[in-house]
């Protein structure tokens, strides 16, 4: 596709061959010749373009051999000579238009770089876009060639108020003015008696102007415990935390939002800080974990990732040691006959580990079981704790029913310990027989 400016300016060429060829004051065609094309331009006079037309200097002139003769250097002609033909520029307007040769010339090749003369004010970037051009403007600049300032007109000052500009002046993109309140007026809404505003591009302030309000806040105001903000015939509070009513008089109470839910008991403490006494079964800040749905992570018994060493016992069978006692292996790890009360089985979880629950089987054989036993736990082996009921006893946990039926008990409380020891209590047959995984969450 040719743009109707193109074929406008072909159509001018075309004509000029003619002799009808009309350009406006603006325009100026220098053309030079050169050796090479010389004699293959046989129709170069066709090409002439009226002397004397008015035009700058280097403008019109005579082509050819006739333009070689011609008055050279005269104002508004080119300079031109045949022995030089190269390129031709036609100046149209803002325009400029560069013909590579006559020879493309002939075929209306018409190269057009839209940004040769500079077009964009302001340090504007010319972008050529083929038959026109854009200018990007910098910033605070606008229009097709950047040459208008972007402004904003100052507005008048408010009610009781000053402006720091005159009213009606223009200022520029990106500057500010700041509104005053009088002596015992502050901006409404705010809590200043100030407010800055900036123009913006779109030549708007980014702020209205403000209302200038009596100050009605002070020292007393919100109870000391808020911010106090006026607005047209009043104030409002904005309480700091923990503090509520339209002036901040109240504390709040943060278990009126019961954070612990159903799940435990607020107890408040200190500001907005709380408690939650969690029931059984149920862990963290808010009570939101549940233990025996949240909190399946096994230790390592079962995967191997606590090591043998790291299982003991106080006696074990020579056959079934320690490290037998992981979960859904095979054997077990078994007591000596007869089993005695308070025989144990421990883990060491080398670092401290918050554990809420412990899983058990029986041998995988059949026959040997434990069906009750207590908990301890520490962080150093000589110094372990028995999880307690809270009546203050030894807390016994129902064991395994059969030798294979994985039980799971949660503890009452999450116990955070290195070292977790099982004492057998009851058992089933002839040996205690324990495999073991614990829980976090
Ligand atoms: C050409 O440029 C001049 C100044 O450089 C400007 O005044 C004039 O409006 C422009 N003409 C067009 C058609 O863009
Ligand atoms: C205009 O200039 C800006 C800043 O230099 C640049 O980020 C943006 O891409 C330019 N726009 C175009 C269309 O080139
Ligand atoms: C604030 O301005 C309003 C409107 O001009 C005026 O009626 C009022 O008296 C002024 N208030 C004070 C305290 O100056
Ligand atoms: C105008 O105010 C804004 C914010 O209030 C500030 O970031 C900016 O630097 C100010 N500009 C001038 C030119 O002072
Ligand atoms: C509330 O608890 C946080 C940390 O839990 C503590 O930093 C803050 O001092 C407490 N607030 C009060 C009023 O005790």
Redesign the pocket.
């Known amino acids: 596709m040719i743009s109707p400016r193109i074929l406008w300016i072909l159509l001018m060429t075309y004509f000029s061959w003619k002799g009808v060829m009309t350009l406006d004051r603006e325009a100026c065609m220098p053309i030079r010749l050169s050796p090479s094309r010389q004699d293959s331009l046989p129709d170069v006079e066709t090409l002439r373009i009226q002397r004397g037309l008015p035009g700058k200097a280097g403008g019109f002139g005579p082509v050819g051999p006739q333009g070689a003769q011609g008055p050279r250097g005269l104002p508004g002609t080119c300079a031109c000579d045949p022995s030089e033909i190269a390129q031709i520029h036609v100046f149209l307007g803002n325009i400029t238009a560069k013909l590579e040769s006559l020879i493309a010339l002939h075929h209306y090749a018409l190269k057009v770089d839209q940004c040769d003369h500079m077009p964009c004010k302001n340090g504007g970037t010319c972008i050529n876009d083929g038959n026109s051009y854009i200018c990007n403007c910098t910033d605070g600049y606008e229009g097709n060639d950047c040459s208008i300032r972007i402004q904003c007109v100052v507005p008048s000052a408010p009610n009781n108020g000053t402006i720091s500009r005159e009213s009606g002046q223009l200022v520029p993109y ?3 003015i700041t509104y005053r309140c009088n002596d015992r007026h502050v901006v409404a809404y705010e809590v200043n008696n100030f407010l ?1 505003t ?1 123009c913006q591009e779109i030549k708007q302030w980014t702020k209205d102007t403000p209302v200038c309000v009596v100050d009605d806040c002070n020292s007393g105001s919100c109870s000391g415990r808020g911010t106090c903000i006026n607005q047209i015939g009043r104030t409002i509070c904005e309480c700091d935390e923990g503090y509520g009513r339209s002036d901040c008089s109240v504390q709040n109470n943060p278990c009126d939002l019961s954070p612990c839910g159903q799940r435990g008991v607020c107890v408040r403490e200190e500001g907005m800080n709380y408690t939650c006494r969690c029931l059984a079964g149920y862990h963290g800040k808010n009570c939101e974990i549940n233990i025996a749905s949240d909190c399946v992570r096994a230790v390592g018994m079962e995967d191997g990732r606590v090591a043998n060493n790291d299982i003991t016992a106080s006696r074990s069978h020579s056959r079934w040691p320690p490290h037998n006692a992981r979960l859904s292996q095979a054997g077990s790890w078994l007591s000596p006959h007869p089993p005695q009360r308070d025989d144990w089985l421990q883990v060491d979880l080398k670092t401290s580990t918050t554990v809420v629950a412990v899983a058990t089987q029986g041998h995988s054989y059949g026959s040997y079981w434990t069906t009750s036993y207590k908990i301890a736990h520490g962080f150093t082996e000589n110094d372990l704790q028995i999880i307690q009921n809270n009546q203050g006893q030894d807390l016994i946990f129902q064991g395994n029913r059969d030798y294979n039926s994985v039980v799971r008990n949660n503890f009452p409380i999450p116990v955070t310990a290195r070292y977790f020891r099982i004492l057998v209590q009851t058992w089933n047959d002839y040996y205690a027989s324990l495999r073991v995984e614990y829980y976090s969450c």
């Open positions: 990106k500057e500010n800055v900036t």
